[in-house]
């Protein structure tokens, strides 16, 4: 395998993430890594209890960048302003582009792990979940502490952006134990991974991305976890599986085309957990949501960014 890549550096903002990652993802490339400075706020980290000091590290003062790793026998250099063109264009779905500048680099993969480890330490994002890179020896620090092992590779979901703390703190006010779950757009398999540590007994994670899955599939295997399937699929198409849980920490104009197709594969009682909202897009998820019959039992925000807990509407009697 080749242990050099060339990355395509967008810089954006942080509500176009997701969808400049999915363009990045669109044109070929093989991994992602997210600089955002939403991050590196300081009272949204510590709201749930990291163990660094965000302003020891160097970090975006403003914005984010998406960093496309590539290999480098694509020719990146007529694509970049195919791809600028398109960041751009994300300002007629209602997100920011930010800069929409693109740069390109040639980056040794093993300078980039050691620069990624810098960012990455064990971290605290619930009252019972704590995240540990597989690189870090860690011993729980209390009765009931569970401790999710990843090693975030060149692929998605490292359990520090808001949107996955936020999930994680759903599941774990919802999970009883026992309860069937599909995970829509797994990314690392961090949500699937949380939710079989916390009592579900059987869970479908699905990523429309093939290098996600192949992620997910290595993270699941870092963990004591044995009742998680994973594969590719768009959505929910093609779903028969029935669910108590169906949870998708998804772009925001990606969970519109989604909450239709929940109700039918979410069982009675069941409930809809809902994230990758900027909060200037809540109130058109929150309106999707009730005009297919949901009603939200839960809102939880940090960071503007947005979390809602989404049950079936019951018919009065």
């Known amino acids: 395998m ?4 060339t990355a395509l550096t967008v810089t954006t903002s942080t509500e176009a993430i997701e969808a400049v990652s999915n363009i990045l993802m669109e044109a070929g490339a093989e991994g992602i890594q997210i600089k955002d400075a939403a991050d590196f706020k300081k009272a949204t980290i510590d709201a749930h209890g990291t163990w660094f000091d965000p302003t020891t590290i160097p970090h975006l003062a403003s914005g984010a960048q998406v960093i ?24 007629q779905f209602g997100l920011d582009p930010g800069a929409a500048t693109v740069t390109l680099t040639d980056v040794r993969q093993a300078d980039w792990a050691n620069v990624w480890k810098q960012y990455y330490h064990p971290l605290r994002v619930s009252r019972f979940l704590t995240i540990v890179p597989k690189w870090e ?38 999970v009883r134990g026992g309860e069937t779950m599909i995970d829509v757009g797994t990314g690392s398999g961090i949500l699937a991974i949380a939710a079989e540590r916390l009592g579900v007994s ?90 297919n019959g949901f009603t939200i039992a ?6 503007g960014w947005v979390a809602l807990d989404a049950v079936i509407q019951e018919e009065d009697d």
């Not at 060149?154 to 774990?172: I, K, N, V």
């Not at 004591?224 to 849980?245: R, W």
């Not at 809902?274 to 998820?285: R, V």
């Not at 839960?298 to 960071?303: A, I, K, L, S």
């Open 202 to 291: 059987r869970i479908l994670a699905t990523d429309v991305d093939d290098v996600a899955v192949k992620n997910a599939q290595s993270n699941i295997e870092l963990n004591p976890v044995s009742h998680i399937t994973v594969k590719a699929n768009d959505l929910l198409q093609g779903i028969t599986m029935s669910a108590d849980l169906i949870v998708a920490n998804i772009l925001a104009e990606v969970l519109v085309p989604l909450i239709p197709q929940v109700q039918e594969r979410l069982k009675p009682r069941g409930h809809f957990l809902l994230s990758g909202i900027i909060a200037d897009k809540a109130a058109l998820i929150t309106q999707t949501l009730q005009a």
């Open 2 to 5: 080749n242990n050099d890549w």
């Open 298 to 303: 839960q809102r939880r925000e940090t960071g």
């Open 137 to 174: 020896h860690y011993t729980p620090e209390q009765n009931g502490e569970i401790v999710l092992t990843l090693d975030p590779g060149m692929a998605f979901g490292t359990g520090t952006h808001p949107t996955t703390q936020l999930m994680l703190g759903l599941l774990e006010s919802v």
């Open 68 to 91: 496309g790793y590539f290999d480098p026998a694509i020719s990146l250099i007529e694509q970049r302003d195919h791809i600028a063109s398109q960041v751009k264009e994300l300002k």
